[in-house]
């Protein structure tokens, strides 16, 4: 427990934006949002699906997918059994150039749904912590999956006490929660936005790298890098 609030807190500082409304300039078309995100990394592919549950980070984020603000961003911040993040264009090299502006100041309104939850897999958004951000708006860029871990009911209750002020998770993500696994702590304070649908395993193989301890902590130590965002035809799901 002490170690998921630490996690947490550090997650919550992690990174800082200014409110304001700079999205990307771009005009989705309607099949866009039937699209799926392929996203290739150094490590391998990861494909995403958006929810329509979320009709404001979905829009944003295909229109940041298509204009190329992601394409050369590296995974800043890893950490096993918990989550990858990306989406700070400051970790971008000097040499790569997109149709995006380096601006990430811009947040997004929250978006939360009982039905939207922290199962591994999840694709939600990196926001600043309560003390800055009561509304918690979300970071106009920044995004993290889930790897999480496989809870247990007693875990679970100690969770609901303790992170989640008495609210109760309900019996289908307990269920969840103690099969598949995930980060039930941040339900309800982070807006959930689509999932992993195939890729996983990439995933898990950039929650394993070596991490920074100390100045930098939780950065790689060899850079994780997306070298490709796009688009692409959605396909049926087992």
């Known amino acids: 427990m002490i170690r998921d609030i630490a996690i947490t807190c550090f997650f919550l500082l992690s990174f800082f934006v200014k409110e304001s409304t700079a999205q990307p300039e771009l005009k989705l078309r309607k099949k866009d949002r039937n699209r799926d995100i392929e996203m290739t990394t150094t490590e391998g592919v990861i494909t995403l699906r958006l929810e329509d549950e979320t009709p404001l980070h979905r829009d944003n984020f295909l229109k940041l997918v298509k204009v190329g603000f992601y394409d050369g961003i590296l995974f800043h911040r890893v950490i096993r ?32 749904n009982p039905s939207l939850f922290h199962k591994r897999g999840a694709l939600a958004a990196a926001r600043m912590g309560d003390d800055v951000n ?41 269920d969840v929660y103690t099969s598949v696994g995930g980060a039930p702590h941040l339900d309800q304070n982070y807006t959930v936005f689509g999932w992993v649908i195939a890729g996983m395993e990439v995933v898990d193989r ?33």
Do not use: W
């Not at 264009?89 to 997004?108: H, V």
């Not at 889930?146 to 307990?174: C, M, W």
């Open 134 to 174: 009561p509304q918690k708006a979300s970071s106009g860029t920044q995004y993290y999956i889930v790897q999480g871990r496989i809870f247990t009911n007693a875990s679970l209750d100690s969770v609901e006490i303790h992170r989640l002020k008495g609210r109760k998770v309900p019996p289908y993500q307990r």
């Open 81 to 112: 059994g918990f989550m990858i993040q990306a989406g700070d264009p400051k970790t971008r090299r000097p040499s790569e150039k997109t149709n995006q502006k380096n601006d990430s100041s811009y947040t997004i309104p929250a978006e939360f």
């Open 206 to 238: 950039i929650a394993a790298t070596s991490t920074a301890t100390g100045p930098g902590a939780n950065k790689p130590l060899t850079d994780i890098r997306i070298l490709d965002a796009k688009l692409v035809k959605r396909k049926s799901t087992p």
